[in-house]
DNA sequence: CATTCAAATGATAACGATACCTCAGCCGGC
DNA sequence: GCCGGCTGAGGTATCGTTATCATTTGAATG
């Protein structure tokens, strides 16, 4: 029995060194002395035809030890300028280039980020993971890109992957404020930036725009065109900008004495128009309508095309969010220009700053960025072209 | 000398079942009697603190090797009911996960596709991704995605990047048609779908849509129209789609036996606004105009508004790509509609059965998408919705 | 009953990089 | 001249998984 349980037996190689007998005896295990018998233990050593070059090739063609090789590439420790020189002529002779995988692994570093956006269908988060993807490029990273649809759970399950891919940082817009899941917890010492949108963990790191302050003036733009009964048509409040927006409209219409009138989860045309319709029935109606973003202007579009409400002689209308064709709608949109991949930018940059820095700190940077009041023709403004304020 | 050098063998799990007092001494082996003597080869065994639960624990609880809980786990052979079972139970006690690094490391597999799209703020690409990252989750494959801003350098760069971090499958929006890089040669047996514009290497997947047929189908209605004098204008030629669109046009000019006025390399509102003034400058100047897509319809907008030309009235107008607000321009538009969605989902389901199949075929399936006629104001017809054609 | 065969499972060796530890020189200070 | 510290470089274990081969067992076959 003695024998072959041995053979069962892993030797280190230092064993083998030091007690030939021993060491001998597996060897003998090991490659049996028939050939014929068929069962040759020993791997067949790797085919040498085609294969990529690995750090050892390197190495053994350079000289030296894999390590040293290693330390060429990281460019972390002191290697003397022959040696280095040496390796990096094997290692262009042989164009060599390091497996990204065994590194990510080994490593603690994969030299990619999440990002995780709730669609990106949407041309403002587009235009986010747009300057995201622009960032990492410049900066050798990868983006892994996620959608979330605006579901806590979903955005829950996609963090997570990110994390079991061992993103070295990540970057989201998080869905709903309140129902969040997002917490350190799950991120560990993993640099996290939330742009757009906040998370309620204080520790990470938020790049928001001045949602409040912009639609504050925007509001104010309207009374200054005299408007008295200015009504704000919103997506769902659980939304932070929606919610952000509408307060700051809020603030205007009070300071102003003026009495505010929002409708919330407008959600399609038909409902657009279920309220406008509403809205309009008789006198005391809004005579201008602010939207929370830019699906909800659409909506509201629709409506006025469909009501053959005229703007802005019947209706002013302002808006949320530029997007790429308000100036030739009919009439051409007033709306609060948000700078979609300035944000997008500012958040890459933070996370990558973090990433660099590797530290997690208690209370995370607040980045808020200004916002545009673009006056077209919908709040009344005579102008050929726009005015943009700020 | 003999019994720390038998702490350095490993056991199988079964000998420590069977042979208790020689399990024992490896187990003392292990942890070093004396710290002070400074000089411990063997490694100190991992901190038991908080470590992630690994292959080899679930194994252990399990009472198995580590083989069969692998099996298990990906489950392409038979494990007995049984054994599974007790695997799943070790598996859901330690709420073990597999490390993905180390899976797509060793493994040939890393659960994760690449996207490579010319820019991501175009609303019609950012579509086609939406429709990929939806695909991909619905799998469970990551997307990672990068742009190419169009250039054929950077693109072969970052499909080169895809390569490196061992992407299943590979889906792309290829830039410059002739002066593409990419072949096979780069791609190995990594399958790849080109959509939206194909390849000149006819081993790739290509996805499209019917750019030449719906433009033509377009300008035959503007024919109908009673137009005579139509003009085409659209960004550069090297690019696929562009070119192939005014293919479309031409023929359909031809056949009507009308005489083709393509103007190309209209990439401003500036330049736009030149080509119109000089076209539309005396009379026998195109009394209609189709443009190559949403960029070239906007620049010639803008160009429209500055001129005071009145649209259908003095020049009808029909685009390629249907956006976001396209009913609610003055006047609505006309355009030739392309399922972003679609083409995105049919071009990751490509991908994926090619992934699941495995081969690589010498000729790849061609994939093409029909168009819609989305019939609005702009190109004189009366209806007050948008009729859709095909 | 011996032999063959298949199914189920285990042991071991990679995969390709980095971390940790060791060691050989070399320097300056005593 | 000896010693301790410093620097550059090498050896090797290790990360967590899967591929390959070996082994065990029981049933089926002749």
Known sequence: MEAPQCGKFLYPSSARAHNASFAGEIELAKTPAAPSAGKVKQRAPRPV????????????????????????????????EETTQRVQTAIDQLKYRPNVLARAFRGQTSRSIGLIIPYLY???????AHAVTTVAKERGYSVIITTSDEDPKTEYAEADQMMERHVDGLLVIPSRFRQSLLSRSLFGKTPVVAFDRPVSDPSIDTVLVQNAIGMRHMTEHLIEHGHQRIAYIGLSRSLFTINTRFLGYRRAMQSAGLQADA?????????????????????GGPT??????????????SAIARLGVRVPQDLALAGFDDFDLAEFTSPPLTVVRQAAQEMGRAAASLLF?????????????????????VLRRSCGCKHRSPVVLN
């Open 288 to 301: 201008a309508i602010l939207t929370s973003n830019t699906l909800a202007t659409r909506y509201v579009l």
């Open 353 to 373: 700053d973090r990433i660099a820095r590797g530290e997690t700190p208690h209370t995370g940077h607040r980045v808020v960025l200004p916002v545009e009041l």
């Open 122 to 128: 949407d041309p403002f988060f587009a235009n986010c």
């Open 263 to 283: 409708v919330f989860d407008c959600t399609s045309e038909e409902m657009a128009l279920r309220i406008l319709t509403d809205k309009l029935d008789g006198n």
């Open 49 to 80: 035809v085609h294969r990529k070059p690995t750090m050892s090739d390197v190495a053994r063609l350079a000289g030296v030890g894999t390590m040293t090789v290693s330390r060429v590439l990281s460019g972390t420790v002191r290697v003397s």
